[in-house]
């Protein structure tokens, strides 16, 4: 097995460690040729932080880092592409700021953190003056940094939004973060001449941030085409840099190369960041896949996505389960605050949705899942927003014992009564009284189990509740709430929500469902064969 740098965002540890390295430097090469201010946008665990520290040693003249390396182990690291260019390798000073080693303590920690990293360079520059404003102490290390080396400064920001997110529905907060970000940064502008280079990373862009603002013909290459491979794996790049991985990783699981391919498509492949949708696989899923030799849900482990809890919070119910072919307008991805009111494009730019489709003549972006791995998790997390029982929890593992049985089986009756189990073990105080919060616990169930699910699906003159498609056949539900399963199964009828899966070959049954506000539970149900 070769070495994964699962989680290693130090540029120099992967190559001269000997960890396998995709290489990313044609891209970082035609920044540096085509331009000298950039925004990058791309979720958390993306190669963002690695992007940045490849960026970092390019900037220090670090060539023997980009030619071929030999290591003591016989590991050979070989020669990367902007090692080929006339890249001059000038060693300039270089400014980094990491707000993802923020603290946990909200402002405070990003007080303390900005303190220390700017007394760092203020030493290493020889500062000796004592100024509290971050702005002037800023713009003093620029300008004593190019005094000292000759050379104008690199400033190199990472995660930038990291506060902001976890601020995210306390106004306060936020405007705090933006206040901070906005005073820190504001000599940029002003010292354009002094600045060889800006590179800043995030999760999002939020056009208020008051750094975006201050910089000079700032090119947001989020959604360039050119640029849309510089962050995660293509379908190239996992085929040829790390086809003897694929090849490995399929003998563990007894599995032909092409099998293990698909699976790998199937479990992290699906993100798309341009109107040209190349398909890009997730870095860090990859990764430890191949260093676990195990496929697995490692992207939604790797840490807790508070900031997706509370956008999923503040959504109406009924657009929770009508996420997949979402539509949001170009213009939206330019975010402002009041944007976590509608949070599509941030769910967008942080990997929970990626784009499905582009619209030309609307110039508006079709959303969706990009994979089984996303899917299920989001489904886990909102699952707990939901019901706020645990994924692991006797009760879930419980429904899905009888999820499985039901697709093996196909035994409609003890699969009903399952989900009348479950319905009986949610807390009172969560019960939303409507049709609407039922409809979405049933869905992100079965969306969490890897059901082939849908919610929402529009016919002629309406749309569906509930489609489960399973192996012994197709399942059309309707859930009522307060009203009879004979009105339920009308419904169905008179608005042929069945009619267009007649064709697939296997049995479609229509499902009427009645909930009651009183028992708080499924109270009658009823199924039809549909027949034409």
């Not at 090849?247 to 699981?253: F, K, N």
Request: hydrophobic content about 40%; overall charge negative; proline content about 3%.
């Amino acid at each position: 097995m070769r070495k994964y740098p699962a989680g290693i965002q130090s540029f120099e540890e992967i190559r001269t460690d000997g960890y396998v390295y995709v290489d990313k430097t044609s891209f970082v090469y035609r920044m540096l040729s085509s331009g000298k201010t950039y925004f990058l946008s791309r979720p958390r665990r993306f190669g963002k932080s690695l992007l940045v520290s490849t960026l970092g040693a390019v900037f220090e003249g670090r060539r023997e880092l980009f030619e071929e390396i030999t290591l003591k182990d016989g590991t050979v690291q070989p020669r990367l592409f902007i090692a080929t260019t006339d890249w001059e390798w000038e060693k300039y000073p270089v400014l980094r700021f990491d707000f993802s080693k923020v603290g946990s303590k909200g402002m405070e920690s990003l007080d303390i953190y900005i303190n220390l990293t700017l007394s760092d360079y203020e030493r290493q520059y020889g500062i000796s003056t004592v100024i509290t404003d971050h702005a002037a102490r800023l713009s003093q290390i620029i300008m004593s940094a190019e005094a000292m080396t000759g050379k104008k400064v690199v400033v190199l920001v990472d995660e930038y939004d990291n506060q902001l997110l976890k601020a995210i529905g306390d106004d306060k907060k936020v405007e705090a973060v933006r206040e901070t970000f906005s005073g820190l940064f504001a000599p940029l502008k002003g010292l354009d001449d002094h600045i060889k280079f800006i590179f800043i990373t995030g999760i999002s862009k939020f056009s208020q941030m008051g750094i975006f603002s201050q910089l000079n013909q700032l090119n947001n290459i989020s959604m360039w085409t050119m640029y849309e491979g510089v962050c995660g794996i293509s379908e190239d790049e996992l085929t040829t840099v790390m086809h003897e991985d694929i090849e490995h990783l399929a003998g563990e699981a007894g599995l032909s190369y092409d099998d293990m391919l698909s699976a790998l498509k199937e479990k992290y492949d699906g993100y798309h960041f341009s109107k040209r949708m190349t398909d890009i696989y997730n870095p860090y899923s990859v990764v430890k896949a191949f260093a676990s030799a195990e496929l697995g849900d490692y992207w939604f482990e790797s840490a807790t996505p508070t900031a997706l809890i509370t956008m999923l919070s503040q959504m109406p119910s009924h657009q929770l389960t009508n996420l997949e072919g979402s539509r949001c307008p170009e213009s939206a991805f330019n975010l402002s605050f009041s944007s976590f009111i509608s949070p599509l494009p941030v769910l967008y730019q942080s990997g929970y949705l990626t784009i499905k489709n582009y619209i030309a003549d609307r110039n508006t972006y079709t959303l969706g899942f990009p994979n089984d791995e996303v899917r299920r998790g989001f489904a886990d997390n909102l699952f707990l927003l939901l019901t706020n029982i645990r994924p692991d929890s006797p009760e879930k593992n419980y429904f899905r014992e009888a999820y499985y049985d039901f697709r093996d089986t196909g035994d409609l009756p003890a699969f009903i009564e399952a989900i009348k189990t479950f319905f009986a073990g949610i807390p009172y105080y969560l019960d939303n009284k409507n049709e609407c919060h039922y409809h979405v616990i049933l869905y992100t169930l079965l969306t969490a189990f890897g059901a082939d699910v849908s919610s929402e699906q529009a016919s002629a003159k309406g749309r569906s509740d509930i489609v489960l498609r399973m192996p012994l056949g197709i399942y059309v539900m309707e859930i009522k709430y307060d009203e009879t399963v004979e009105a339920a199964l009308q419904q169905i009828e008179e608005r042929g929500y069945a009619d267009k899966y007649r064709a697939d070959g296997r049995p479609v049954v229509k499902i009427g469902i009645s909930f009651s506000s009183e028992e708080r539970n499924i109270v009658d149900w009823k199924s039809v064969l549909s027949v034409e």
